[in-house]
Each structure stands twice: as structure tokens, then as C-alpha cells.
């Protein structure tokens, strides 16, 4: 009778502690101002270029009244092999809708540090314009993540999960 009751009371761990893992893809608090903080966790996205392997990104902005404040960050992480890291700072990130880019205000390297034995990750922190994405989410296209590479090459990611996160927020500014 014990084991029974104690592999039961595992049982609701597991499915408590499953709950919070797969917890709302956007976190929100109050901001001072009386808007609510944003942060929407890490997307990973797959990319297919011999410099950059993955891309992962996160989003921080405050609404206040269905209305994006200044700054909204942008944080994301190339993971790139040790060779080509004097070039990662030359890779260009940026949101998109296939059209136009949302417009940055700044770009920071934050950090690199080893992923491994062959590969870096190198984080980065963009500040973007407010108003240039509030227009982007409100047209209601699609976001995707567009990449520039040194040589000259492009590349444009779509994810699932990162278009159900952005399509949380439009909901979150109605």
C-alpha cells in the first residue's frame, strides 16, 4: 500500500512540475509605469549556413494600453564554430515580415563563451524601434527571422512556436 501511495504522489509531481515546463511562452509582470513587462522565452531555429548552426532568440517590451514603450529588446545567441567567430560579428539579424525589417536603434556583442569543444556561442542584445514593430504586429503578417551573412549569402527563418508567441502578443495588445 505504501509503494502505491508513494509512486502516486510521484505521479502528481511529475505532472506539476510538467505543467510548469510547459508553462505560457510569453512571461508578463507589471511595469513601473503601470504597462506590463513582456518577455517572450528563447525560440531555437535551425540554420543552414556553415557559420551560424542555431539561432536563438528571446524578446523583452512593456505594453501599456495595447501600445509597444521604448526599448524593446531583442537578445539573441548565433552559435558558430571556433573558426569562423571573428566573423560573427558581421552576421545580421533581423525581424521581419518578408518585406521590411524592423528597424534597430543599437546592436551590442554581450559575451562569447565555448558551446562545446568545435563551437561558440556569441550573444547579442538589439534595441529595437518600437513603432517599426508595433506596425509589423499590427499588419498581422507573419514574423519571421532574416539572417545576412558575410559572404553576401541570406537566409529567412519561420518557426512555428516563435509565430504562436508572436501571435500571443498581438492578442495581449488587443
Not at 566573423?87 to 562569447?112: H, K, M, Y
Amino acid at each position: 500500500m505504501r509503494n502505491v501511495l508513494l509512486a502516486g504522489m510521484v505521479g502528481v509531481a511529475c505532472l506539476v512540475f510538467a505543467s510548469c515546463a510547459t508553462a505560457n511562452p510569453i512571461y508578463t509582470a507589471p511595469a513601473e509605469d503601470g504597462g506590463q513587462l513582456c518577455f517572450l522565452r528563447p525560440v531555437e531555429f535551425a540554420v543552414g549556413n556553415p557559420l551560424v548552426s542555431r539561432l536563438d532568440l528571446d524578446m523583452t517590451l512593456v505594453l501599456h494600453d495595447g501600445e509597444i514603450r521604448q526599448p524593446v529588446v531583442m537578445n539573441y545567441t548565433l552559435l558558430v564554430p571556433v573558426e569562423g567567430l571573428a566573423e560573427s560579428d558581421r552576421v545580421v539579424v533581423r525581424l521581419t515580415d518578408g518585406l521590411s525589417p524592423v528597424t534597430s536603434v543599437s546592436r551590442e556583442r554581450l559575451f562569447r563563451r565555448p558551446d562545446g569543444e568545435f563551437r561558440m556561442a556569441v550573444r547579442y542584445s538589439v534595441e529595437l524601434e518600437g513603432e517599426s514593430l508595433q506596425a509589423l504586429l499590427k499588419s498581422g503578417s507573419s514574423c519571421k527571422i532574416h539572417l545576412e551573412f558575410p559572404d553576401g549569402t541570406e537566409e529567412t527563418l519561420e518557426s512555428e512556436e516563435f509565430s504562436r508567441r508572436i501571435q500571443k502578443l498581438r492578442l495581449m495588445m488587443l
